[in-house]
């Protein structure tokens, strides 16, 4: 067994006297867990993979077919506009959705009356599938566009922002109860320092509070991020991809996301999947880089405080 | 980590060893297309299994999601024996269609040409059932406005009609059109079966049969004349066209605040005999009448009747399992519960044995037939990914009704998608 | 002085939410309300309290329990079993990992933590005809097996929010319990469990809501002639012709939500009580 002082994480440290048992017994404590993450994620994925390389209808007929698919997934000009615009949209999702769950989540916490019951309403979107929201939603958009003579399917832009105050609606709440636990998580004592040292309350809020929270924040970044990224299920029912560019026999849906285009991508190419699944593995390896990114830029702060 | 990895490999190679299914007995797994007929099928399969002893599973597909599922499910251990297989997915399943040839279910097709056949001459699939769509008409609104079925002869006719009784559409207390709603639950009504009659012509001019690499969109311009009509002589205009939903239509039709409603055979169901839509239509009240788009000679139109259902039996099956569902489809088309359970779901089907349907707009489309009509084949059966052309044409249509875009983006779309989709569909 | 102004703005504030909470309560609202509406009146005009031409009563919810041949009490049944089995799987299982990969520091765990943390940016649709391949030929096709399928895609989020929560969790703790002879197994369900309760709670209801509401991957994976569950009851009220049962559909959302808003009224007691213990503590 080696032992790694170097490394700088925290937990890292650990102490002999809690690891050397712990590691003993990882067949109770890992092994379960790693089993079924096998046979859940990693052999299917790993799968995938080998099948982007593939021509296939379905995965037992598999014929290699090395980088065609590849060269095909890049040259497809919707993926592009898909890529580019789940980008935007996931950044843009990204901010909106932590500002406003963080706000919420301190508001909350402040004893304000009422509370409870506000936090129960915020989270309640949640309990709803997103093709249903997708659905209640485009209701609601063209309800109230329809009175300018257009709807939510006409332009890119409305698209675009109607999905965005959907996900929005839909995921404040999930991020509002992270925030919470990590807002009651922050010692009594440290905010009563605070305030016995005279800090007004957006001092207290920038110099201690945030900074205590970081793990929190780094949570709720990483999973809206993913989230925005993923999206299918609300893009489907909310657009479809529409509104269309026509150029010369390239359709570009303006609204589609990758999740969906990669969807699409299996049922209109029917004889080959594998430009779907090549396309899906060039959208993970894009989103787990910028995951990544992210998780260590924000674990960095975490060390620090 | 030794240990670690041994383990981990273990587990992997226990993953690849695939178990191989071993079945004691014959047995039949429909995957059914239709959620509306699934109680009726699972009925069906009950039956034949107390007659018989022979197994026979039925799992609907949910709708919209037949691809994916047939995917899914031929990938299992207990892969579908029965399954769907149309024009465009012979490409992608044909190599799974059981060679129907001499079978007793194709024996006793009424008519030849009610199968699709492979290159090489197998018969891939077979249709169990036969569709009518066109403008169902209700007849006693069009008395009230002081109109017969028999005025309405071309499109010059129906324009006619349409405009005056939107016009008195207030007094009237109804107007001509259903909404033509492009909400996804039922735009292909315009871009897979409206469509289909600019293609159907198209296609007549230059003898064609299957599927062509392009296509010209000569008619296309006829088809603004009829969306035209649809899109002004209606209660629902403009922006909210874009997100009527199938239903919404089919309830001002039903409601009687519309004379024409275009849609199929298919919704005799729902006007007239389901009683929990709340319609109840009278049968002799409606009528369909064929899609008048300004052609030549269109006086003689009938009705587009044809399919897109089709059998097929999945090849890399069991042999055993072959032969059973075989038995199973020749039960269906020839025995008295499975005649009455097709006429009663799919209206009319194309088997010697079919029960004389009920169903009033299979009936007009056979009189207009008998009286000398042509038939307008079901051309969009041809359409190389389907998908993507109908969103590309329905888009266009959008961006000209709602934001008033030119109609010859419907073109272009008819034309470039077409030879796109075509060169794709062929590559793969 | 300062205090009433603070009052004031708590007022305020409180109006503020009290506004916002209605807007955000609204879209439920409206499912609500067109449950109990005719589906002619959904569709025509879907934002009208139902009146008594519209109103029709529980037909929507009879309807909805009734339609089909399958028993919709076994399609509830089923989803409760498979709610509640995955996500007992998921909590126990993945908090377990999280701490040996917190409190190890190996290579193996590091991998291991990584390899979760890459599966969520995975969406489902990627793996979708694998998973369903591979549970289909090991049997993971039941509701009693499903949850290992739970467990393995659902693993990413679960070990990803208890590490971070477990990392806050002072050492000194653990080491006074290993002093005292306790083993792992008596530590980490005696001592660190406890501890995790807030985080069991957060990550419990974010995997219910999903396992409750999934229904791709059942519908995938599940025999569908045997089993299935209530987001799979709803698909099939969508007719292959466009036609949609809206009211039935409006009634099914609501009653498969019931459950859930009760789960999470009840747990909200134990959120708060959970998190009050550990400040105590700390």
Known sequence: MKIRKKSRDAAALNSWLVRRPIQRMVWLFLLPTFAAFCIGFLYPFLQGIYLSFCKFRLTSDAQWAGLSNYKTAFTDPSFLHAFWYTALFAVVSLLLINVLAFTVAYALTQKMRGANLFRTVFFMPNLIGGIVLGYIWSMIFDGILIRFNTSVVMETEYGFWGLIILLCWQQIGYMMIIYIAGLQAIPEDMMEAARIDGASSWDTLIHVTIPNMMPSFTICTFLSLTNGFKLYDQNLALTEGRPFIQEGGEIIKTTEMLALNIVNAFTSQATNRGVGQAKAVIFFVVVAAISLLQLNATRSKEVQQ | ?428 | ?282
Request: hydrophobic share 45%.
């Open chain 3, 1 to 282: 002085m300062k205090l009433k102004k603070k009052d004031k703005n708590k007022t305020a504030l409180t109006v503020i939410f009290a506004i916002i909470a209605v807007v955000y309560l609204l879209p439920i609202f409206l499912v609500l309300m067109n449950s109990f509406k005719s589906n002619a009146a959904i569709n025509l005009n879907p934002f009208a309290i139902p009146d008594g031409e519209s109103f029709v009563g529980w037909a929507n919810y009879i309807k909805g329990m009734t339609f089909g041949n399958y028993p919709f009490f076994k399609s509830v049944l089923y989803s409760v079993i498979i709610t509640v089995m995955s996500v007992a799987l998921i909590l126990i299982c993945t908090s377990m990992a999280a701490w040996y990969i917190s409190r190890v520091g190996s290579t193996i765990s590091k991998t291991v933590y990584f390899l979760c943390v890459f599966s969520m940016v995975v969406p489902f649709q990627m793996v979708m005809f694998t998973l369903s391949r591979t549970a289909d030929s090991l049997g993971l096709n039941k509701p009693w097996t499903i949850p290992i399928i739970y467990l393995g895609f659902g693993a990413g989020l679960a070990v990803f929010m208890f590490v971070g929560f477990v990392k806050s969790i002072p050492l000194e703790i653990e080491e006074a319990a290993a002093i005292d002879g306790c083993g792992p197994v008596r530590t980490f369900f005696l001592v660190v469990l406890p501890m995790l309760k807030p985080t069991l709670i957060s990550v419990g209801v974010l995997e219910i809501m999903w396992v409750w509401n999934d229904y791709l991957l059942p519908y995938l994976v599940l025999d569908r002639t045997e089993y299935m569950t209530i987001p799979i009851h709803i698909q099939y009220l969508k007719g292959s012709f466009g036609s949609v049962d809206l009211g039935a559909t409006m009634a099914l959302i609501l009653l498969s939500i019931v459950p859930v808003i009760v789960f999470y009224l009840t747990c909200q007691k134990h959120i708060i009580k959970g998190v009050a213990a550990g400040a105590v503590k700390g």
């Open chain 2, 1 to 428: 980590m030794k240990k670690f990895l041994a383990m981990a490999l273990a587990l992997v190679m226990v993953l690849s060893l695939v178990a191989c299914g071993k079945k004691d007995e014959a047995s039949v797994y429909y995957l059914n297309f239709k959620p509306e007929a699934d109680a009726a099928w699972q009925q069906l399969a009950d039956e034949y299994t107390k007659a018989t002893g022979i197994p026979v599973k039925v799992v609907t597909a949910a709708s919209g999601t037949y691809e994916d599922t047939l995917v899914a499910e031929m990938d299992k251990k207990e892969a579908p024996t029965l399954f769907q297989v149309n024009v465009g997915g012979l490409k992608s399943w044909g190599d799974y269609c059981y060679d129907l040839t001499g079978t007793d279910v194709v024996n006793e097709l009424a008519a030849e040409g009610a199968v699709i056949t492979k290159d090489n001459g197998e018969i891939a699939s077979v249709a169990y059932c036969v569709e009518t769509y066109g403008l169902i008409t209700n007849k006693a609104l069009l008395k009230k406005a002081g109109y017969e079925v028999s005025d309405i002869k071309n499109f010059a006719d129906l324009k006619k009609v349409a405009e005056d009784i939107h016009a008195r559409s207030a007094e009237l207390g109804f107007d001509a059109f259903s909404s033509a709603g492009l909400d996804g639950s039922s735009n292909w009504r315009f871009s897979g079966h409206l469509s289909s009659v600019a293609l159907f012509y198209e296609f007549r001019d230059n003898n064609v049969s299957g599927m062509p690499a392009t296509v010209t969109g000569k008619y296309v311009e006829n088809l603004k004349n009829l969306w035209d009509l649809y899109t002004t002589c209606s209660a629902t205009t403009g922006a909210a066209l874009s997100t009527a939903t199938s239903d919404m239509s089919e309830a001002e039709f039903g409601q009687g605040k519309a004379v024409f409603f275009q849609n199929g055979s298919w919704e005799y169901n729902n006007l007239v005999l389901d009683a929990s839509k709340g319609f109840n239509m009278k049968a002799e009240d409606l009528t369909m009448i064929p899609l008048y788009i300004g052609v030549e000679g269109e006086e003689k139109a009938g009705l587009c009747t044809g399919t897109e259902n089709y059998w097929a039996v999945n090849a890399k099956a069991s042999e055993a399992d072959i032969k059973a569902t075989l038995d199973f489809l020749k039960w269906v088309v020839t025995s008295e519960s499975g005649t009455t359970m097709m006429a009663e779901q799919f209206g009319a089907s194309p088997f010697k044995a079919a029960k004389p349907v009920e169903n009033i707009f299979c009936k007009a489309s056979d009189a207009l037939i008998a009286n000398g009509n042509y038939n307008v084949d079901w051309s969009f059966i041809y359409t190389p990914g389907t998908d993507d052309w109908r969103a590309a044409v329905i888009d266009a249509i959008s961006q000209y009704t709602v934001k008033g875009a030119s109609w010859d983006n419907v073109k272009t779309a008819f034309v470039d998608t077409w030879a796109k989709e075509y060169k794709e569909y062929t590559a793969g």
